[in-house]
């Protein structure tokens, strides 16, 4: 990658960012998103959508909400009533990511 010469970065399709959960740790969760905003340029990663797959535990209800409001509309959370399955789960979940060009799932 040292030699690589990527196009700039305007030239770029935008990125939608799939996340799939279930009783993920609130913590262990808040940290991946930190890190794919933090790592991505800006212009690029236009949002990320957090699919909670019909998690049980308390935190990731009321605390999540709170979490991800500092991000101002850039995170946002669709949440599975069951368990759909991680394949049905990133389906609901790139029906959703709307803004960018493409979508990409990280597990």
């Not at 030239?11 to 794919?36: D, I, Q, Y």
């Not at 535990?57 to 850039?74: A, P, V």
């Not at 946002?76 to 759909?84: C, F, G, L, Q, S």
Request: charged content about 25%; proline content about 4%.
């Amino acid at each position: 990658c040292k030699y690589w010469h990527y196009p700039e970065v305007s030239k770029l399709p935008t990125a939608s960012l799939v996340v799939v959960f279930h009783n993920e740790g609130l913590s262990t969760l808040m940290r991946t998103v930190h890190s794919a905003i933090n790592t991505s340029p800006k212009e690029l990663l236009v949002e990320v959508v957090l699919v909670d797959d019909g998690s049980t535990i308390d935190d990731l209800k009321d605390d999540l909400e709170q979490h991800i409001k500092q991000f101002n509309g850039k995170v946002i959370v669709v949440r599975n009533p069951e368990r759909e399955g991680l394949i049905r789960a990133r389906t609901i979940g790139a029906r959703n990511a709307l803004r960018g060009d493409v979508v990409i799932f990280l597990d």
